[in-house]
DNA sequence: GAAAGTTGATATTTATGAGTATCAACAATC
DNA sequence: GATTGTTGATACTCATAAATATCAACTTTC
């Protein structure tokens, strides 16, 4: 039954999600004002989490707790990802891209310009697929292959 | 006349470099326990700096407490530098590989086998030429060129 | 339309990671 | 050979990051 939601549908909100995480709805809103997560949100602006947005937070959790990584830390390894590699954004665009040319928060932290200016960063495999748990290392490793 | 040191030589005892460094020996030590830094050792295992490490661990200092990237987020920021890229190891030997299949520390506190059996990883360049402050990232872009 | 849930903001608590202190054994220096 | 510095190990302190609590204004729900 639970195993028949489609894994990127937002239908959990703030406070069920909490609950099946087991943290607060605070740390929840802590989590996105750092840029961590990217819930979707309602027209009347509130949250809703799908079950990959849960798997991805039980990361950054685990991420915290278990390995001892800090927040700042976590940015800082997100904005490896080597994005200009899976957008496929031209040289132009890449000198004139904060991302490009920083390593302190994550690409869809930024306002964007370029080929990323009309695309939805939730829905952006730079964000969805690629940036749980111990993948990170896999995509640096497909993308020097 | 400082100046003229050669940037890779070796000629600072720890608690000379600690007092360059306005910190204390222990957290020279501490840094070297978490595979952050391999300082060159004398016969007698006594620690000796070079102008190069100083600059490191300059970076390092900076990320844990200007950045606040915990030295766990360090850890695992380090082991994503594309070794494999660098020392150009076989599919085979990656295969065999426990820096290349883990991504929670640096690939320079493992035992090795394969091709970094013979390399000193203190000259390596995986540890000494791409290791510091903002150019781990620029090495991920340089790989994925 | 009353109750339950959500919003962002600010203030506060607490768990712990980074750094320090102390130690006896050993090495280097003059 | 006496002084100064180094080694690793264990125990301790302190600063602060992560998490919590509280708030009034706003939404959703039945």
Excluded at 8 to 18: G, L, Y
Excluded at 111 to 116: A, F, I, S
Aim: glycine share 2%; proline share 3%; aromatic share 8%.
């Amino acid at each position: 039954m639970y195993d028949s939601i489609d894994n990127a549908e937002p239908i959990f909100s703030i406070s069920v999600a909490a609950r099946l995480l087991k943290i607060s709805v605070h740390t929840l809103r802590m989590y996105e004002r750092e840029g961590l997560i990217i819930p979707f949100k309602k027209d009347s602006n509130q949250r809703l989490y799908a079950k990959a947005d849960l798997e991805r937070i039980q990361c950054i959790r685990d991420a915290i707790n278990q390995a001892k990584i800090s927040i700042n830390g976590i940015k800082t390894i997100y904005s490896l990802i080597p994005c200009w590699d899976i957008v496929k954004c031209s040289e132009e665009e890449r000198k004139d891209c904060s991302s490009f040319n920083n390593a302190q928060k994550p690409c869809w932290t930024y306002d964007h310009k370029n080929v990323c200016k009309e695309r939805n960063c939730r829905d952006c495999e730079v964000y969805s697929k690629y940036s749980q748990c111990g993948n990170i290392k896999e995509l640096i490793k497909f993308s020097t292959r």
